[in-house]
């Protein structure tokens, strides 16, 4: 719940705030953002918005470091993925959590990212692990699960459009089989440009 | 240092005392003890004055000791470190890595004697001490060799039925606290007093319950006795020999693994294993002694052991049964989950094993903010934004047993805990402000505590926390508006309320002898309290914001020498 103190709105999820007020306050524009974690802020905030305008959440703010924009987008999708992994009941199970676990470990760790920055094998680790899971079981219920939960939050296409946008790898190592018309999409709209 | 004390009522052990009506004949009681107990006193007073004098130093010549911080720490932790060592610590060496856990190294610290270790010109020393010799001449104090025969002149001045009346109930504390004390670390406090203190004065951080309790017992009578600001001259040596000898934290592990910010902490009673349960929809165990090295320094990383998912949404609150072998968990989604505690020594890429998850305890139809385990009991009570508090067989994922507050009377529930002088009796904050007492048996509400109330316009009266006093029927509760307040549990009277924080006051935490507590705010900093003086001993800063939030929980281990604090920041970290 928003706190009113004249015109200053405090933002926080006090004990006792409902589940649908969490996170539940106006919106903040990135320039007014003072912590230190307003990359983060941002991103959720747009998420929160809207998850369905991946243009939007994809887009940085003018003048934002590149590396620590990406590094940050990574976290998310790791976060949303523990809540995906969740609903999952696959064999793939130990699989998808130990690449989380993995990852988390990894974009936590003061030696691999000394100053938040993003490397390209983390991408293809994250992609070619977590999101191998999409084209584990083509035949099994767990597909299918995995296919709505995906377009539920917008996640997988969010995370095309990323490896895209920032061209971090090439749409051949992509295996997500859900995608071919969102990869076909963003490269003619690539070449376009 | 904010000691923002407003002493709204003289001492908390006075309340509820009906024949502390003749204050006049009271101080003057007080002051022929206070005479007698000099007398008694000289034969111990060089050792005394040795632990005094190393607090008046603290006090007066507000040194400046250079922390020399952990290469890998955190660069702004150092700093905050840095403000705030003019707040006295003993150990010298700063944040350099120590041994984890078994307590001996500070101990030993603590029996080293002082100059080498303090940057300060010791011709100052010796003229401080000399005038604070002066000054305390004719005042001496109180001190356990003398109890005795000062309860015999009390005996003797006053009828005492009611002096004890302190005494049994809190023995009977349902905390797993006492016992947990491994017999090592009973050994060395023994040995730190035998070396360097009187056998009463000297109090190291962890040290045997029963002197604890003796002590705080001790004081509660002669405190019962006094009036108004007299009391301050009685608690001083007590307090103050106590604060020598303290402990002081030092940042030890930054538990990176979370994506985003920790809500609450749960510490196992005996190992050196934490559990965080964060907005990222998972909880993580980790255990302290299992540490690998960092690249590139000397310092050490803990990875997390386990990851536990099965929240739809964050998680919010976590807490042990009181032989760990079983943990809680509340999140957003309404859902008590209980897991298996898994084996510290676990392999943290084994593969999945489903027993950990032993089930959910549904009922609650929003979010889940509070969890507590009653070992009495072994009742799990849970408080909800659907503005229930339940309370729930902990063995068995079966419906709530009893459902206080279902028509939302008092409002929404915002935190709660048991009450340890009586287990029957659990206490639960508002959001509204209010703050009660109810009985599990007889499924009433006992009593309200005195309380500010919401006037609707903000959330100023939010209180955050709610946590009962180990040993005494005390209950604190934290603030949105930035105050700690007391209250006593047989009144319901406000004891003390203090300004404590630059913010809101998040999370509150007793150390398991009652000594210390230790709060934590959205100011960024943590800080710890003498229960006693209710002064402010050490300061940290810890976590940074994410949004207009920061630290939302702190916790010290029930038996070993760790506290922790759970970050806004995605962190967890570990102080020693």
Known sequence: MVMAEGTAVLRRNRPGTKAQDFYNWPDESFEEMDSTLAVQQYIQQNIRTDCSNIDRILEPPEGQDEGVWKYEHLRQFCLELNGLAVKLQCPAIDYTRHTLDGAACLLNSNKYFPSRFVQLFIFHYLVNRTFFFGSFEKQGNYFNTGIILLNETFLCHRFTKFVMKYNLMSKDNLIVPLLDEEVQNSSARESEA | ?576
């Open chain 2, 1 to 576: 240092m904010v000691n923002g004390t407003e002493t709204e009522l003289p001492n908390p052990l006075i309340i509820g005392k009906p024949d502390m009506t003749d204050s006049a004949s009271v101080l003057e009681t007080f002051k022929f003890l206070e005479n007698a107990a000099a007398e008694f006193s000289d034969e111990d007073e060089d050792e005394e004055d040795n632990g005094r004098d190393k607090t008046v130093i603290d006090a007066a010549t507000i040194v400046r000791r250079r922390v020399m911080p952990e290469p890998n720490e955190d660069r702004d932790t150092v700093e905050a470190l840095k403000e705030f060592d003019f707040l006295g610590s003993d150990d010298s060496d700063g944040g350099e890595s120590r041994s984890a856990g078994d307590g001996t190294e500070w101990e030993k610290e603590d029996q080293c004697p002082i100059p080498e270790s303090w940057n300060v010109d010791q011709g100052v020393i010796t003229k401080l001490k000399e005038q604070y010799k002066k000054e305390r001449k004719g005042k001496k104090g109180v001190k356990r060799p003398n109890r005795s025969k000062l309860q015999d002149m009390l005996a003797n001045l006053r009828d005492v039925d009611e002096l004890p009346s302190l005494q049994p109930s809190v023995v009977s504390s349902s905390r797993p606290t006492s016992s947990r004390l491994s017999e090592q670390e009973i050994n060395r406090t023994d040995e730190v007093e035998a070396l360097t203190f009187p056998p009463s004065s000297g109090k190291s951080f962890i040290m045997g319950p029963d002197e604890a309790l003796e002590n705080e017992l001790g004081l509660g009578e002669l405190a019962g006795l006094t009036v108004a600001n007299e009391a301050d001259s009685l608690t001083y040596d007590i307090a103050n020999n106590k604060d020598a000898l303290r402990k002081t934290w030092n940042p030890k592990f930054t538990l990176r693994s979370h994506f985003d910010g920790i809500r609450g902490l749960a510490f196992h009673p005996t190992e050196p294993v934490l559990i965080t349960a964060s907005e990222d929809h998972t909880l993580k165990m980790w255990n302290l002694q299992k540490t690998a090295p960092a690249k590139k320094s000397a310092s050490l990383d803990v990875e997390p052991i386990y990851t536990f998912r099965a929240h739809r949404g964050p998680v919010l609150c976590v807490v042990m049964s009181s032989n760990g072998e079983q943990c809680y968990s509340g999140g957003t989604d309404g859902i008590i989950q209980s897991w298996n505690t898994p084996n510290p020594n676990v392999d943290p890429y084994d593969s999945y094993d489903p027993s950990v998850l032993r089930g959910a305890f549904e009922g609650h139809t929003d979010s889940v903010w509070g969890l507590v385990y009653s070992t009495a009991h072994q009742r799990l009570l849970s408080a909800s934004a659907d503005g229930s508090i339940r309370v729930w067989n902990a063995l068995e994922a079966a419906p709530a047993l009893t459902i206080f507050n279902d028509n939302q009377e008092l409002g929404i529930p915002s935190s709660l805990d048991l009450v340890s002088s009586d287990p029957a009796h659990m206490v639960a904050s508002f959001t509204s402000g209010h703050t009660s007492i109810f009985n599990m048996e007889t499924h009433q509400k006992v009593l309200t505590l005195e309380s500010c109330l919401d006037t609707g316009v903000n959330s100023s009266c939010q209180i955050n926390r709610v946590i009962s006093h180990p040993t005494l029927p005390i209950s604190i509760t934290a603030h949105e508006d930035r105050h700690i307040k007391f209250y006593d549990n047989n009144t319901g009277k406000l004891i003390h309320s203090m300004v404590a924080h630059l913010d809101a006051v998040t999370s509150l935490a007793v150390d398991p002898n009652g000594l210390y507590l230790m709060s934590g705010s959205h100011d960024c900093s943590i800080r710890l309290w003498n229960l006693e003086s209710k002064t402010c001993i050490q300061e940290f800063t810890a976590h940074r914001k994410k949004f207009d939030e920061s630290i939302h929980d702190v916790a010290f281990h029930p038996s070993k020498c760790y506290i922790a604090s759970a970050g806004a920041d995605a962190l967890a970290k570990v102080f020693v």
